[in-house]
């Protein structure tokens, strides 16, 4: 089996997801995911230019030495870009080896070892109040864990904090936003916008807030 093509697709109007697929002469097929949030074109380009060519005539059940040359024939290494696009080959020659196997990847790499993985909802609102509410609302969905973040009282915008209920984007479409940071605001007023928050949430299984210098 040799591989005989690869594209980069980047999809998703006002976001960017990058996905890899590495196809072959057998034509069984591999996809990889390469984004990397805020920098996908990056991503996508690094493929493309530099990753993808090498590909072209090689058998894709060498994974191992595909990583290695991959990663070691380059000059600079290392670095999220660098590291996501060489992930999102070797995804998708995993996925290749899978199907030509006809076995679950989780198969060749040790077998099943959990049904299932926690996970947690991201709560955020302009103050306390709001917060609570949109912990109260992942109770509802059945999370078991929370993370909560507000508002700075006398900030316009805070680290975290989305601007659509519910959901945070850390790498938003367009400019990276820019967050004012007053220490002694925010040091006095995280402790209390911790315990308050944790106290409404008391049924939550995990509830963890957060103070991040941004």
Not at 12 to 39: E, H, M, W
Not at 59 to 74: I, M, N, S, V
Request: proline content about 6%; charged content about 20%; overall charge positive.
């Amino acid at each position: 089996m040799k591989i005989t093509d690869a594209k980069v697709f980047v999809s998703c109007p006002g976001r960017n997801f990058v996905t890899l697929k590495i196809s072959t002469d057998q034509g069984v097929y591999g996809l990889g995911d390469a984004t990397l949030n805020g920098r996908e074109l990056a991503v996508a380009s690094y493929l493309t230019d530099h990753l993808v060519p090498c590909l072209i005539g090689r058998d894709p059940f060498q994974t191992e030495d595909l990583w290695q040359y991959l990663y070691r024939g380059a000059y600079w290494r290392r670095g999220p870009v660098t590291m996501t696009a060489i992930a999102a080959v070797d995804m998708a020659l995993w996925d290749i080896k899978g199907k030509a196997l006809k076995t679950p990847v989780y198969n060749l790499l040790g077998g099943l070892s959990r049904t299932g993985v926690m996970v947690y909802g991201h709560a955020n609102g302009r103050d306390i109040e709001e917060a609570a509410e949109e912990v109260a609302k992942y109770k509802e969905m059945g999370y078991l864990a929370v993370r909560a973040q507000t508002g700075i009282p006398g900030l316009p915008s805070t680290y975290g904090v989305a601007r659509d209920k519910l959901y945070y984007e850390p790498a938003e479409k367009g400019l990276p936003p820019e967050n004012a940071w007053l220490t002694g605001v925010t040091c006095r007023d995280s402790p209390p916008r911790m315990l308050s928050t944790q106290t409404r949430s008391a049924r939550v299984a995990t509830c963890s807030s957060e103070l991040m210098p941004r």
